[in-house]
């Protein structure tokens, strides 16, 4: 019989104790040490263990004991189940070890390929740092490295296994926080059918969930085969008051945006920027909606801005999805032969198809949104108020809400043959294998403005003899065909359906990654030792990954109001070998039941950057039986992805200080800075311009130009890391069925790759004298101003986190009335630093936004016959917050690096979850459930982006959940 068949069952039982996590996923109120209650049976005491060979996460090396060096948590079917979540991706981001996501679902991007997507940050060190496989294999990921975990299906796992170290010189690039693998059903007998609906209490955020596995199997094949579709509707901001404003309920009026929905006028400078009074239609709206307009053509129906009358402005959050819609359709076939007992041959397919729908506020325009090629309100257009006079306007238009949707296609296939044979009486493995990926994005785009389209419905226009306002003049008319004028003042009532159609701008782009695989393993024992056989692994590994990225055409070129960007495309290929060696020293000798060390090592080429080597030494210690202490030491690193060294870039718009600004810049007081502007024919009181088209009035101010950001980078080398672990497991027999664990880690990464900013390029050529920043950016001939700045990516910086993680799961004896199980999952983060130079200083932010040094999640669950039930808690602990208002400071003295002094602490929060389920005699199981019971709300932020709850990614907690799930066996 096939080793991993044979084994599935003890791999369960064991993997708790042997990596001492008996820990809960706190909401489902089970963790992965309840197996032995829920998953399997445990074994008669009389009975005799069936001792096979199994891979566990984290080492190639085959083994009868499933104890290892590194800190492992496992997840089962029977614990996704209890979470009453329906995505891999929700499931996982509540760990404690999973920070906040980079993409989340109440992230306001629209333009990134990766937004709908679902992605775990492990340790808060970023999702590209997470390497994901399935089934052992590296699963399909984007141009810039995140795999979206959205595309496999929740119904068919058998266990998640997270490795929660650095696995570098096992598994490769991208290991550095950790591995994520999932381990899918490969052998089912029968058929089965599932059923899911839930909803937030306020009526929205419904998920539905279909999902039918079929599968046959004996001793020679198993096939199995599975279909799952799933759709979740939108969340809106507005429907609840802690995200229906910026800034939250209590300053409603601060987070206000300063370009309404009305219109607003100002004369055009000679500079080409906006002059004089600023007047504001009349209008009957208020700005959480739309009222009515006054007539845009007489000047009577204006007031002068800047009467702090909030009715002038908007909040945008009124359009925002607070989480988009989303669906998901899958299919996944499996299959197993045994050719004969030494050779069996097994294949896996996938294609996932998942469309998302993302929705922000109309684009907030004026005339310089695009300085290099600005829109006026002509002098002569039939709406202008002041004929003759060329205007500088200012109009959010909410009538064209910006939408995005996200067609991504998953593709997977891998095949192989895998066997055993004898060398000397000792048991090899061996498999070779090919693994392809393939991932499509479709982006569609609409509510963005065509800019060449504007600026003719902006141009003359007049009042044609059939009472219709033309484009064009009297004498030289322009047809409806070609042009339709636009009432920009007259605010949202003004538009017509004709003039929306004709200046929106509707986007198509195209993304696509590959990759291919070709791997070959070997493992089996050398010759024994006085303590134990010396354990060998070693592989190879040849990887090809290409891909591109494709943007609009009309996007790219800078006509709308959409970011340009350049397009993408590259390619590069590897090759790897590793070895691994376990080795026991002493066994079954007093204070030392255990002491053996393991020792892995891989090599990498990279087409694009050369080569690196990578290793690992653990150790495991047994004092006495019940106690097992670990550690590790671990080299990893991540290559630069096809975005990092390839990657076309796209427009920012940044707020940087020119050098050269007469007034803020070095050139004030640094006569070189001086000298060098004057020789670029600059005059010596040259003014920066603000996007306002005025000199600016304060250092870092947003510019009118756009950057070209994320230029890749071919000259970009591997980041590197050094990952530390130690703890230990104690499982007393004088307490049977408890289990404890504490495990100390430490993660630091060099060579980071970053992002420059703007300043720093203009701050490389003007003061450090470097030719090369200089090349990086121009400057307009008539206005002097910075143009065409091309902001890359370097090998720059640190990032480092340390902390511990605790653990205890207690299976109390079966009582009369029914099974308990009690879990704690806890961890305490005591450093998060990083580190933008080698010379800058290092800035800490354990204890801010997203990163309180405690999270905890706890439960406890109970079976009897054919009931259980589940409670659980999920704890984020307390975090300071930047003091932005008057009155909300309760540490003004705090000082920080990262916003100076004065913090707002927000205390901690407790999430409650509750479940029942229940076996019927037809052999269906019926579950029902509430997340987050009492409806906790999650505290307002405001120094992460100027924002809300939001940051938080409330999708799972921003009302009470209420699920229920039906599942038929056949």
Not at 28 to 42: D, H, K, P, R, V
Not at 563 to 582: I, P, R, S
Request: proline share 4%; charged share 15%; hydrophobic share 35%.
């Amino acid at each position: 019989m096939n080793s991993h068949n044979k084994l599935a069952a003890h791999h369960l039982r064991q993997t708790a104790l042997a990596v001492g996590l008996g820990l809960s996923l706190g909401m489902i109120g089970t963790g992965a040490l309840a197996q032995n209650a829920q998953s399997t049976q445990a074994p008669d005491q009389g009975q005799a263990k069936e001792l096979s060979t199994v891979t566990v996460t984290g080492s190639r090396i085959h083994s009868v004991d499933v104890e290892t060096a590194q800190p492992v948590f496992t997840l089962t079917q029977a614990d996704i189940q209890k979470t009453g979540l329906v995505s891999v991706g929700d499931i996982l981001a509540n760990l404690t070890v999973a920070g906040a996501q980079t993409f989340s679902k109440a992230s306001v991007l629209t333009s990134n390929p990766e937004q709908g997507g679902q992605y775990v940050n492990i340790r808060n060190l970023g999702e590209q740092r997470t390497l994901v496989l399935v089934n052992g294999k590296r699963w399909a990921s984007s141009l810039a490295g995140f795999t979206d975990m959205s595309t496999i299906p929740a119904a068919l796992i058998e266990r998640i296994d997270i490795l929660k170290d650095g696995a570098s010189s096992i598994y490769g690039s991208d290991a550095i926080a950790g591995v994520i693998n999932i381990i899918l059903k490969d052998h089912y007998t029968g058929a089965e059918a599932s059923a899911y609906y839930g909803q937030n209490q306020a009526g929205d955020g419904t998920k539905d969930a279909y999902s039918f596995t079929m599968g046959t199997s004996n001793e020679k094949s198993s096939l199995v085969f599975g279909a799952n579709y799933t759709k979740e509707g939108p969340v809106w901001a507005s429907k609840r008051k802690a995200t229906s404003y910026t800034y939250g309920p209590n300053h409603a009026i601060d987070g206000l945006s300063g370009t309404g929905p009305w219109g607003r006028y100002r004369h055009v400078s000679p500079t080409g920027g906006a002059t004089g009074p600023n007047q504001v239609i009349n209008h009957t709206g208020s700005y959480d909606g739309v009222g009515v307009g006054a007539d845009s053509r007489n000047p009577a129906n204006y007031h002068a801005a800047g009467t702090n009358d909030p009715n002038d402005y908007f909040n945008p959050t009124q359009q925002m999805n607070l989480a988009g819609s989303n669906e998901l359709k899958s299919i996944f076939t499996n299959g197993r032969y045994d050719i004969n007992e030494y050779v069996t041959f097994r294949a896996t397919g996938m294609y996932a198809e998942r469309d998302n729908q993302r929705q922000i506020a109309g684009y907030p325009l004026n005339s310089l949104t695009q300085a290099t090629n600005p829109v006026y309100i002509s002098g002569g257009s039939y709406y202008n108020p002041e004929p003759g006079t060329d205007l500088f306007f200012y109009r959010r238009t909410i009538e064209l809400p910006r939408v995005t949707r996200n067609n991504v296609k998953s593709y997977h296939f891998d095949a192989g043959f895998e066997g055993s044979f004898d060398v000397g009486g000792r048991v090899w493995n061996w498999d070779v294998g090919t693994n392809y990926n393939k991932y499509d994005v479709v982006q569609y785009g609409s509510g963005n403005l065509n800019l060449t389209n504007l600026k003719q419905a902006l141009g003359p226009s007049f009042l044609n003899a059939a009472g219709q306002v033309q484009c064009g003049t009297a004498a030289n008319p322009i047809a409806f065909t070609q042009c339709v004028p636009f009432d920009i003042l007259g605010g949202p009532s003004a538009s017509t359906p004709q003039a929306l159609a004709y200046i929106n701008s509707l986007s198509q782009s195209t993304l696509q990654s590959v990759s291919k695989e070709y791997t070959a393993n070997i493992t089996g024992g050398l010759f024994d030792l006085p303590a134990g056989e010396v354990a060998f692994a070693a592989g190879y590994e040849h990887r090809k990954v290409s891909g591109y990225d494709l943007p609009d055409q009309l996007s790219a070129s800078g006509k709308t109001t959409d970011l340009a960007a350049g397009a993408t495309h590259g390619k590069y290929n590897t090759n790897e070998a590793y070895v691994e060696f376990n080795v026991p020293l002493l066994r079954d000798l007093p204070g030392v039941k255990l002491l053996s060390v393991d020792i892995a090592s891989r090599y990498a080429h990279y087409s694009n950057f050369g080569s690196t080597t990578n290793n690992k030494y653990s150790f495991q210690w047994k004092p006495i039986d019940d106690m097992l202490v670990r550690g590790t030491y671990a080299e990893g690193f991540r290559a630069p992805t096809l975005d990092d060294f390839s990657g076309g870039g796209s427009q920012s718009f940044d707020k940087y200080t020119d050098p050269c600004d007469s007034r803020f810049g070095a050139a004030a007081t640094n006569a070189g800075v001086a000298a060098k502007c004057a020789a670029q024919g600059l005059p010596a009181n040259f003014r920066q311009l603000a996007t306002t088209g005025l000199p600016i009035t304060g250092p870092n101010t947003q510019s009118t130009t756009a950057y070209n950001a994320g230029v890749g980078n071919a000259s970009l080398t591997p980041e590197k890391s050094v990952s530390k672990t130690a703890g230990l497991v104690y499982s007393p027999q004088w307490v049977p069925g408890l289990d404890v664990s504490a495990d100390w880690y430490n993660i630091k990464i060099t060579n980071v790759i970053t992002g420059i900013t703007a300043n720093y390029v203009l701050n490389q050529c003007y003061l450090a004298n470097s030719a090369t920043y200089c090349g990086q950016f121009g400057r307009d001939p008539g206005t002097g101003q910075v143009v065409g700045l091309n902001r890359g990516n370097v090998n720059m910086g640190m990032l480092s986190t340390e902390g511990w993680d605790f653990g205890a799961h207690y299976r109390l004896p079966e009582f009369g009335y029914g099974k308990f199980t009690i879990n704690l999952d806890a961890n305490y983060l005591s450093a998060y630093d990083t580190q933008s130079t080698a010379d800058a200083d290092i800035v800490g932010y354990a204890g801010q936004w997203s990163l309180p040094r405690w999270r905890a999640n706890a439960g406890v669950d109970w079976s009897m016959g054919d009931f259980g039930a589940s409670w659980g808690l999920r704890y984020y602990g307390a975090f300071r917050d930047e003091c932005v208002f008057d009155g909300e400071c309760n540490q003004p003295n705090y000082e920080g690096k990262n916003w100076g002094t004065g913090a707002n602490r927000k205390g901690a929060i407790v999430f409650h979850d509750v479940s029942a389920r229940y076996n019927t005699p037809w052999n269906g199981s019926i579950q029902a459930g509430v997340n987050n019971v009492f409806g906790k709300k999650r505290p307002i932020t405001y120094s992460v982006g100027n924002s809300d709850a939001t940051s938080y990614d409330p999708a799972l907690d921003i009302d009470r959940y209420f699920f229920v799930r039906y599942t038929q066996k056949f």
